[in-house]
């Protein structure tokens, strides 16, 4: 294998009904799903886990927001000790990455009415239990949990990711 590697997403015909970050998040919940059978059965799996960094990046780059809470990647990086592949339910990842999309979406749009308020709460909750966060040891998380700014709920679950993968790759290596 080369010292350099590129990474690309499959060429897909994007339609109205399929955007380009559906396919991104979808193969992120399939590449995490396979990565974490391979490790179950002591093959190698190095290499998918670079294609989650560079999907996990790419995911980031569509759905991330200026808001920030000081102190969130420190508390996050001692928090999460599970990494994306090492979460069993494929159908529970799908679900939390489809309603992590959902969100960006909303908040990308400027939608902030209670319903998204509500959705952004809902994520919270998932990331913080599919990760096994432990709030009472995050004061940040449970703040920005507290706060009901979707935005902001919406860039510590990316950091979380982001962290859950080992970080970021722009490059694909």
């Given amino acids: ?3 350099v590697t590129t990474y690309y997403l499959p060429e897909v015909f ?3 009904e399929r955007s380009h970050i559906d396919i991104i998040a979808e193969t992120l919940v399939r590449t995490a799903s396979i990565a974490g059978i391979l490790k179950s059965i002591g093959e190698d799996y190095s290499e998918l886990v670079q294609i989650l960094k560079f999907l996990t990046s790419e995911l980031v780059m569509e759905l ?9 990647v420190g508390e996050l990086y001692d928090a999460i000790k599970i990494r994306l592949w090492d979460i069993d339910d494929e159908s529970k ?9 959902f ?3 909303m908040v990308k749009e400027g939608i902030n009415n209670s319903e998204v308020v509500g959705l952004a709460g809902e994520v919270m909750e998932e990331f913080a239990n599919m990760f096994s966060l432990d709030l009472s040891k995050c004061n940040v998380v449970r703040e920005v949990m507290n706060s009901g700014n979707p935005a902001l709920i919406l860039q510590v679950v990316l950091l979380g990711l982001v962290l859950a993968v080992g970080g970021l790759s ?4």
């Fill in 1 to 3: 294998m080369s010292d």
């Fill in 14 to 16: 994007i339609s109205d």
């Fill in 64 to 72: 991330y927001t200026t808001s920030f809470a000081d102190g969130v």
């Fill in 93 to 101: 990842l799908s679900v939390f990455i489809n309603d992590v999309v």
């Fill in 103 to 105: 969100l960006g979406v």
């Fill in 170 to 173: 722009y490059d694909g290596g």
